[in-house]
């Protein structure tokens, strides 16, 4: 998936927020590995990630910012970290889950989650691969 996202978009780092996988040395030794080459990768939690990211200076354009799920992004937001703009990509489905579009499921409360950042001013879109057929975010919640 990273490969994908960097023939399409020039990227230096990736910095993968997670307060699970932070803690996870092996975890992230496996990201790192998985990652293409002269790509630096960054494992950070949350809290830790909103005073990086918010570093003067920081190349955000030479950045690619990776979240488990609609509630990390909601706590970087409400720790600090004020994006303008949050793609969703894959997120599988399962019970309690609601497919939204293309392999995009989600949950009630990851659906309440993404109205307040949209109501917050994020802009918010779905994209599994870049290339493909995106859709607003804001052009779907009327119906969720």
Known sequence: MIAVWCRHQKFDRIVIVD???AADPFLQQVLCLAAPPGLQVHVLPVTEAVQVLQQEGFDHKATMVLLRSPSSAKRLFD???????LNIGGIGGGPGRKNIFKNISVSAEEIQILKALSGEGVKITLLTVPGEQMKSFSDMMAKL
């Open 19 to 21: 307060d699970k996988v």
């Open 79 to 85: 720790e600090g970290l004020k994006y303008p703009a």
